[in-house]
């Protein structure tokens, strides 16, 4: 079993819908909990870092995290276009590297 | 600020050559990792180097190797390139400190090995 597990989609919505991106993890160690977003043939860019429990809003976009159920959310409001991008969770205990889910494939269709 | 640098951005290499990358950290920051990425495996965790020292290390063999200067810029070497070290290597700088654990990307060099 994977420590991360993420849906790899593909999703495809309508624009201007919400988008609810999830990961589970296993490894209670985890600390800190980040979201990325990768174009094609781009490297990651991060949109949202936290490392408790709750919400965190940045713009469109909130991050979520759940420690006692090992589960973290991204939502994306009102969808664009250019929100389609593959998203990466990604997360890291005491030790240095981060540990990514597979990714999901998001499709905002005008 | 300037972000993370990668060169070269694209490279083709036959079985059995070596090859190295570059990376230059975002000034300031202390910490390079390497990661290596491809569809089937996703984003796998190679090394991360720490002045100038390799302070972690990932489930990849020895063929895989890196170092880091003391301007904090990185390079890592593959010997011996096998089919399946095809991938889009990625570096990602970070502060290192204390409650700022977050890694930034750089554009990654894709590696086909033919």
């Known amino acids: 079993q994977k420590e991360v597990e993420q849906d790899p989609g593909p999703l495809s919505v309508p624009e201007g819908a919400i988008v609810s991106l999830n990961c589970t993890y296993s490894?209670?160690?985890?600390?800190?909990f980040m979201w990325y977003r990768q174009y094609s043939r781009k490297g990651p860019e991060l949109l949202m870092y936290?490392?408790?429990?709750g919400n965190k809003e940045d713009g469109r976009f909130t991050a979520q995290v759940d420690k006692s159920s090992k589960y973290i959310s991204l939502f994306i409001r009102d969808s664009q276009p250019s929100d389609s991008a593959t998203y990466l969770c990604?997360?890291?205990?005491?030790?240095?590297?981060?540990?990514f889910g597979s990714g999901t494939q998001l499709t905002v269709l005008p | 600020k300037a972000g993370v640098t990668q060169t070269p951005r694209y490279l083709i290499k036959t079985r059995g050559q070596q090859v190295t990358l570059s990376c230059s950290p975002i000034?300031?920051?202390?910490?390079v990792s390497w990661y290596q990425q491809t569809p089937g495996q996703g984003l796998q965790f190679l090394f991360e180097?720490?002045?100038?020292?390799?302070?972690n290390k990932g489930n990849f063999p020895g063929r895989f190797s890196g170092r880091q200067f003391s301007n904090s810029r990185s390079e890592m070497n593959v010997s011996t390139l096998e089919l399946g070290d095809s991938a889009l290597y990625l570096c990602?700088?970070?502060?290192?400190?204390?409650?700022?654990?977050?890694?930034?990307f750089g554009p990654g060099t894709r590696l086909l090995v033919l």
């Open positions: 990602a700088s970070s502060p290192a400190l204390l409650g700022q654990e977050t890694q930034y």
């Open positions: 490894n209670s160690a985890f600390q800190y």
């Open positions: 936290t490392y408790s429990s």
């Open positions: 990604a997360m890291k205990g005491s030790a240095r590297q981060l540990t």
């Open positions: 000034s300031g920051h202390r910490s």
């Open positions: 180097y720490f002045s100038e020292t390799q302070r």
